[in-house]
């Protein structure tokens, strides 16, 4: 019976991974995969699927091996895309009774006891495939971990080096820095001790403690990039490489990286380019720097409705961009700092506070402009307007 039924599931691969993939993207507790692309999410499902008919499936060879690919490349996958736990688990959950319905016809054909015998089977692979997928998963989330360390140790180095030459800002610097480096080696100590006497019921633990450290992480790398950015900038070491640009294609660009971004919080991004210029004359990393940072600052303080960005042609020889949002709105007061570095309003959250200030300097240096207008619960729009052509000086 199992010999059949390992081909039978075999045989019906594709048509239990689509269902599969369905049943995930309309599951609400799987947030993580409603901002991936169909074929993000299909990625390793085929696998674990061939993996669980080759362990019921006399003619297939090399069994153990099949099962344990499956189920660490699903991991790693997931580990990848940002899943937590609990999403892993539902998707398997998932799986179990897709399978269960796709085989129920092929199940009853047979007597009792081979049905009951094909099911605990069943059931017992799918928990290996589980507990393969999460061992994956718990690699996956340290490899991460250690590539960010990697970061940290180099930027570490560029900031001692920055620190050496110039002081000013030394003391606020430190105190940003305080809380997030704190997390990080508090929680890393406190998983190289779970690490050392780690056992399978630990896993979740390990995760949790991971997920923070590299959380805190990614905080400190943008805070202390974020400054090394203003230091070049007012050091006057940001060099200009000015070349003919697409617009389109670079905004585009933008608004397509931050998609996952909007999709988990239900927000639409929308590019109105109707009449935007063709090509303009600017430095591309400065002017992907200065959307990114807008569009970034609106999705971060939006929690409903729209993200607009206008591109359009104006007069003088002229062009600009604006990215307007459905956000919580900047009270008239904070208007008035809110380009100034380390300016934080307590409604505003717990942002750096160099974003917007790193935006108008890089405007500046591309001999632009931004304006500002906001309204408390109305949203935002910022407006940066630019030349067409970058003169070098």
């Not at 080759?54 to 690919?69: A, E, G, M, W």
């Not at 790693?76 to 398997?92: L, P």
């Not at 100590?189 to 633990?205: K, P, V």
């Not at 430095?283 to 940072?293: I, P, S």
């Amino acid at each position: 019976m199992s010999n059949d039924i390992g081909k039978i599931l075999l045989a019906k691969t594709n048509t239990i991974a689509e269902s599969w993939i369905e049943s995930i993207r309309q599951n609400i507790d799987i947030k993580s995969s409603k901002g991936l692309a169909h074929t993000s999410v299909r990625n390793s499902i085929p696998l674990v699927i061939e993996a669980l008919a080759s362990l019921l499936s006399d003619s297939i060879t090399d069994k153990p091996q099949q099962l344990k690919d499956g189920g660490l490349e699903h991991g790693f996958v997931r580990a990848e895309q940002g899943y937590d736990v609990a999403e892993i688990m539902r998707e398997y959950s998932l799986l179990r009774t897709i399978i269960f319905a796709t085989l129920k016809s092929d199940l009853l054909a047979g007597s009792k006891d081979e049905m009951f015998q094909a099911i605990e089977l069943i059931d017992s692979v799918v928990d290996q495939v589980i507990s393969l997928s999460l061992d994956s998963y718990v690699d996956g989330r340290l490899e991460e971990f250690k590539q960010l360390r990697g970061q940290l140790v180099l930027t570490n180095q560029e900031l001692t080096r920055l620190v050496e030459t110039q002081k000013e800002d030394l003391a606020h610097l430190a105190h940003e820095l305080k809380s997030p480096l704190n997390s990080i080696m508090g929680f890393s100590s406190l998983l190289m001790q779970q690490q050392q006497r780690s056992t399978q019921g630990e896993n979740a633990l390990d995760l949790q403690m991971t997920r923070k450290v590299i959380k805190n992480s990614k905080q400190l790398l943008r805070l202390i990039n974020d400054v090394l950015e203003m230091s070049r900038y007012e050091a006057g070491k940001i060099p200009l490489n000015v070349e003919a640009l697409d617009l389109r294609s670079l905004i585009l660009g933008v608004t397509e990286a931050f998609e996952p971004s909007a999709n988990q919080k239900n927000l639409e991004i929308i590019f109105d380019d109707n009449d935007a210029p063709q090509l303009v004359q600017s430095d591309l990393l400065r002017l992907q720097q200065v959307v990114t940072n807008l569009v970034s600052n609106a999705i971060h303080y939006t929690e409903s409705g729209t993200i607009r960005i206008t591109c359009k042609s104006n007069d003088h020889n002229r062009w600009s961009i604006a990215v307007e949002d459905t956000g919580i709105g900047i009270s008239p007061e904070v208007q008035t700092h809110i380009f100034e570095p380390y300016y934080r309003a307590s409604s505003l959250g717990n942002g750096t506070g160099l974003g917007l200030a790193i935006v108008e300097k890089l405007v500046k240096l591309l001999q632009g402009k931004v304006d500002l207008v906001s309204q408390l619960e109305k949203g935002s729009t910022f407006t940066v307007t630019f030349p067409m052509t970058v003169v070098l000086s």
